[in-house]
């Protein structure tokens, strides 16, 4: 089965942990996302990854880590930084360049404790 | 207002309606594209539609784009109550970077 993969689907976060979510995908895909989705909201873009080992900030970069070391995953960190992480999180992939269609995980719910 | 705005925030209807969402953006764009989002999963690609086409199809789904108007409209015909879901739009900005920039999205109903 080709696709993306989240995980866990809930993670609880205890203050001052950090805590990192999974997304791997077996479309070989070049470039990789990562949203932060809000209740009623749409998708804010935190960092995306063209090509392995290079990353670029998105809109809400700040309280957020990642990395690109292999091709198939792109891990994001919520650290500590990031006072207000409750949210749904998407990851995504898309072939070639990041304007065309993008096809997405089923996404991670974090909770602060 | 942002570059992407779905129009109405909120829809609901009977199943056989048909539905339709409208996005306006700001600035030109490369291509356009509807995301569906059941409650609680991940989004799923509907349709792309490029700057310099005008309408698409894709079975009950029709698309339209209209660049003098930085709008498009997204149709949903004979609805059944497995279209609840909300929709979003997602413009590809031209000259911008490998990303795209999401509406808030349309949530609709379909009551049976």
């Known amino acids: 089965d080709g696709g993306i993969t989240q995980s866990p689907k809930y993670l609880f976060r205890k203050e001052g942990q950090n805590v990192t979510l999974s997304c791997e995908q077996n479309l070989n895909h070049d470039a990789m996302y990562w949203y932060r989705q809000d209740p009623g909201q749409g998708l804010r873009l935190i960092y995306y990854?063209?090509?392995?080992?290079?990353?670029q900030k998105g809109d809400i970069a700040e309280g957020y880590s990642v990395s690109r070391e292999k091709k198939e995953s792109f891990p994001l960190t919520v650290t500590s930084a990031q006072k207000n992480p409750t949210a749904f999180y998407l990851c995504?992939?898309?072939?070639?360049?990041?304007?065309?269609?993008?096809?997405f995980g089923p996404g991670t719910r974090l909770l602060v404790l | 207002s942002q570059q992407g705005e779905e129009d109405p925030q909120a829809l609901s209807i009977q199943e056989g309606e048909n539905a339709t969402m409208n996005c306006s953006y700001k600035?030109?764009?490369?291509?356009l594209q509807w995301y569906r989002q059941n409650s609680g999963r991940g989004l799923v690609h509907l349709i792309l539609?490029?700057?310099?086409?005008r309408e698409k199809h894709s079975g009950r789904l029709r698309v339209t784009l209209d660049t003098s108007k930085k709008s498009s409209s997204l149709l949903i015909t004979a609805s059944r109550a497995a279209d609840t879901a909300s929709y979003f739009c997602?413009?590809?900005?031209?000259?911008?970077?490998?990303?795209?920039?999401f509406g808030k999205g349309t949530k609709l109903t379909v009551n049976p």
């Open positions: 600035t030109s764009i490369n291509n």
């Open positions: 539609i490029r700057s310099n086409e």
């Open positions: 995504a992939s898309t072939a070639g360049r990041g304007q065309e269609t993008q096809y």
């Open positions: 997602a413009t590809a900005i031209q000259g911008g970077s490998e990303k795209l920039v």
């Open positions: 990854s063209q090509i392995v080992n290079d990353f």
